[in-house]
């Protein structure tokens, strides 16, 4: 699995002229192999350079979208309320350190944080990344019930009467954007099936799109 992430990683550092800091890509892969992850591990982070791998011509700064891919799910804590944030501040710092200029060590950081998913992204690297982000839901049927399962065994503390009302909004919200995906490649190829599957998982009479 690691073989096409270094890749990855090796070009995004070369294109931006500089190197990382040393061991700084084992200490991300040892994150993301950290036992609390059931779906936002090393799978995930391969998926999503998968995905990238073919898109990454709609990216206006490709290597800092690599990179923000590489930092997004850096800090995962499923108690905590500041993962994004904490691997933005990660992913700037590694930037700054390796002698990237400070703008893009901004992008990056700014990248990272529009996974939160709190608003609709704004830039093309922004729309790509995020998209990249949710193409899970618009995996193959296997998968997607795969990825269900994971989410569900990473909140495994959380009662079902708490966690799947949650759970419901959450996927909801994501059904309600039209489109989902911004990017026309990720819309193409994941956009009819993500539809599929969200309302498979909310259940029947689910609109096929309307409001927040």
């Known amino acids: 699995m690691t073989d096409p992430l270094r890749t990855h990683w090796t070009g995004a550092w ?4 500089t190197e990382p800091p040393a061991g700084l890509l084992e200490r991300l892969l040892a994150a993301y192999a950290e036992p609390q992850r059931h ?16 898109e990454r011509a709609a990216a206006a700064h490709p290597a800092e979208v690599a990179l923000a891919l590489f930092f997004h799910d850096a800090v995962y ?23 990237a200029g400070d703008e893009a060590a901004q992008r990056v950081h700014a990248l990272v944080m529009a996974t939160c998913h709190d608003a609709q992204p704004e830039g093309a690297d922004a729309q790509l990344l995020v998209d990249i982000d949710l193409a899970i839901l618009g995996a193959p049927p296997p998968r997607f019930a795969e990825y269900e399962q994971q989410i569900r065994r990473e909140y495994a503390h959380v009662p079902p009467e708490v966690f799947e009302p949650r759970r ?16 026309p490649g990720l819309r193409a190829r994941c956009e009819a099936q993500a539809r599929s599957n969200l309302r498979g998982a909310l259940g029947p009479g689910t609109p096929t799109a309307g409001t927040e």
């Open 14 to 17: 070369r294109a931006l002229g």
């Open 77 to 99: 804590d499923v108690h905590a309320h500041d993962n994004e944030a904490r691997s933005a501040d990660w992913a700037h710092e590694a930037l700054r350190q390796a002698g």
């Open 168 to 183: 419901r909004a959450i996927l909801g919200r994501f059904l309600a954007r039209d489109p989902l995906y911004l990017t």
């Open 39 to 54: 779906y936002h591990g090393l799978q995930h982070l391969a998926e999503c350079m998968a995905h990238f791998g073919r």
